[in-house]
């Protein structure tokens, strides 16, 4: 046995002998982590974690004489987790699940396992068996083969697999796993990606489906997720605001299907709900007329969904104004504050400028800058947006309105609630079918515009 003290970019999985400050191979800063590999060469080690059946040498063979499994996809009952892999789950693939911890992975992955009418192995090395059950009868307990594994030990783990057969296999969370053939902390990155690996190709020998659950923290930065997605077959990011009660599943990478998809929830009491029709939820139902919100006609994945864009402007108490946005970026933020000083002369210098998003969603659409400017704009000057006109635009550096995508998906999706009126690009009008839609389409080129036709 030999011991080997590496530095592994936690970014990107490159491993050098030296600290540097700097990664050569994905240029990101700060990323090195120490830490000391005392393995077995590679195969012995594979064969001691997981003693699967006896490996076959590969030959070339043509394409077309592939054997082409038919073993369908295994369908959900959770609609919105069906949707984000692309229609159910694939025999033998991984799906990775990331996010902060407390968003609910645990609890979306335990749904799945108490509510479906397949055999789970539900493994856990965050919580106790009893704990779980006590979520367990909480959020409604149905299946009646589910197994629970208290165990961290993926050679154990895997035995126990193999013994039981199931048809789905959930590990929570791979940060607990460990393998005792790599002498290194669970939760390290040599640790987390060697199972990884291993649990990859325990899926596909045994063609049994394994999710995994992955913390990451606000920068996404901790040891795993990023490197992880390389290996498995999907990764889905579970997003949210813990305070607030939605939460969006979104594809980030999906072997077997698109990436533009998007499952949407809300926590509530007794688990996680799925949510048909986001729009109706993230409008606020006050009737007030309040300035500093507007709505905007935002796209996520390939669902529309009207959400309220809410700005405080308020004269700044201590010398250096404050800028604090949740849901959107706060860089975009502050380049919009600049082109609205810039282009249309509108003053926030000595002001404190706080943004929200409700729902507490986390906005990837572009389309969203024009509802946030109107926001800006009617905080600053106290004037109130008619709550019958929503916004759909990406703004740019000099000021003008730009088009969006999905126009049409969007103006639809605003008269179906009952919008009066959706302002878009000029640019926007060209792509537009002439056909009458029950909404006036008001076409903006730039700021100026989006002032006088609604603050004048
Ligand atoms: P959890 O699934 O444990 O998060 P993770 O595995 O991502 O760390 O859930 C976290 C939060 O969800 C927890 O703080 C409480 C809340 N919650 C509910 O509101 N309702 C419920 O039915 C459950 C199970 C959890
Ligand atoms: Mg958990």
Same mark, same amino acid.
């Given at each position: 046995m030999k011991e080997k003290k590496v530095f592994i970019?936690?970014?990107?999985?490159h491993n050098s002998t030296k600290w540097e400050?700097?990664?050569?191979?994905?240029?990101?800063?700060?990323t090195y982590v120490e830490e000391i590999i005392n393995r077995e060469s590679a195969t012995e080690k594979k064969k001691k974690t997981w003693q699967g059946p006896e490996k076959k040498t590969h030959k070339p063979i043509l394409v077309q004489d592939v054997k082409h499994s038919t073993t369908p996809r295994l369908t959900l009952e959770d609609k919105e987790l069906s949707r984000s892999l692309g229609g159910g789950i694939v025999p033998g693939s991984v799906i990775l699940i990331g996010g902060e911890?407390?968003?609910g992975k645990s609890t979306l992955l335990l749904q799945l396992a108490i509510r479906s009418n397949f055999k789970v192995l539900y493994v856990s090395g965050e919580e106790s068996a009893e704990q779980i059950k006590m979520r367990a009868m909480r959020i409604g307990l149905?299946?009646?083969s589910c197994h629970i594994l208290t165990e961290t030990n993926l050679t154990k783990i895997l035995k126990q697999a193999q013994d039981l057969q199931p048809d789905i296999i959930i590990i929570d969370?791979?940060?607990?796993v460990s393998s005792p053939h790599i002498d290194s902390t669970p939760g390290s990155l040599t640790q987390v990606r060697d199972c990884t690996s291993d649990l990859q190709v325990f899926a596909k020998e045994s063609n049994i489906p394994v999710f995994i659950i992955g913390h990451i923290n606000k920068e996404g930065h901790i040891a795993g997720p990023k490197i992880l997605e390389h290996i498995v077959d999907t990764v889905l990011q579970f997003e949210g605001d813990?305070?607030?009660?939605y939460r969006i599943l979104r594809t980030k990478k999906n072997r077997f299907g698109s990436t533009d998809e998007i499952g949407i929830y809300a926590m509530e009491a007794s688990g996680l709900k799925t949510v048909e029709n986001p729009s109706e939820l993230l !409008? =606020?139902?006050?009737d007030e007329q309040l300035s500093g919100t507007s709505v905007a006609s935002t796209i996520e994945g390939l669902r529309p969904m009207l959400i309220e864009t809410q700005a405080l402007v308020s004269q700044a108490i201590y010398g250096t104004p404050q800028r604090s946005a949740t849901g959107y970026d706060l860089r975009r933020l502050s380049m919009l504050l600049a082109v609205l000083e810039k282009r249309?002369?509108?003053?926030?210098?000595q002001s404190d400028v706080f943004l929200n998003i409700a729902g507490g969603i986390k906005v990837?659409?572009?389309?969203?800058d024009l509802s946030i400017l109107a926001s800006l704009i009617s905080s600053l000057q106290d004037i109130s947006v008619n709550s019958k006109i929503c916004f759909a635009g990406e703004v740019g550096l000099t000021g003008e309105i730009r088009a969006v995508n999905r126009i049409e998906q969007r103006i639809e999706e605003a008269a179906r609630l009952g919008f009066e009126q959706i302002l878009i690009s000029?640019?926007?009008?060209?792509? !537009? =079918?002439?056909k009458n839609y029950p909404i006036e389409v008001i076409p903006l080129s730039k700021i100026e515009d989006l002032v006088s036709q609604v603050f004048s």
């Open positions: 970019c936690s970014n990107c999985g400050g700097k990664c050569s191979s994905c240029n990101e800063w700060n911890p407390g968003i149905t299946n009646s969370s791979i940060q607990t813990r305070n607030h009660i !409008l =606020s139902q006050s249309a002369g509108l003053f926030f210098g990837q659409d572009t389309a969203i000029k640019y926007n009008m060209k792509g !537009l =079918s002439k």
